[in-house]
């Protein structure tokens, strides 16, 4: 089964920046689209971002629309989201998945205003 292993979490100030690593653990991610959740405190888990198997083609949730990116190397079996310009609001546990895996630990981000 494979496992997604996130990281790359942390404190910043806002308007700062922060890259996310969503490594495979068990197996691979290669073939899989991944998607980017996150959850805030109090809150229901929301949709980030998304990627196809290749790359070629990424979707957004309009909250982070312009500000993250999300990236995948399958050559390293590994999935990234670049968050840039921060805000408090971005504060949640942050999640990387696909249809059919089992949901990781997360990664805390916390922005500080």
């Known amino acids: 089964q494979v496992q997604p292993v996130e990281s790359g979490g942390g404190l910043v100030q806002a308007g700062g920046s922060l890259r996310l690593s969503c490594a495979a653990s068990?197996?691979?991610?290669?073939?899989?689209?991944m998607n980017w959740f996150r959850q805030a405190p109090g809150k229901e888990r929301e949709f980030v971002a998304r990627?196809?198997?290749?790359?070629?083609?990424?979707y957004y949730a309009d909250s982070v629309k312009g500000r993250f990116t999300i990236s995948r190397d399958n050559a390293k079996n590994t999935v990234y989201l670049q968050m840039n310009s921060l805000k408090p609001e971005d504060t949640a546990v942050y999640y990387c998945n696909a249809v059919g895996l089992s949901w990781g630990q997360g990664t805390q981000v916390t922005v500080s205003s």
């Open positions: 990627i196809n198997w290749n790359g070629v083609s990424t």
């Open positions: 068990g197996g691979t991610f290669s073939t899989y689209a």
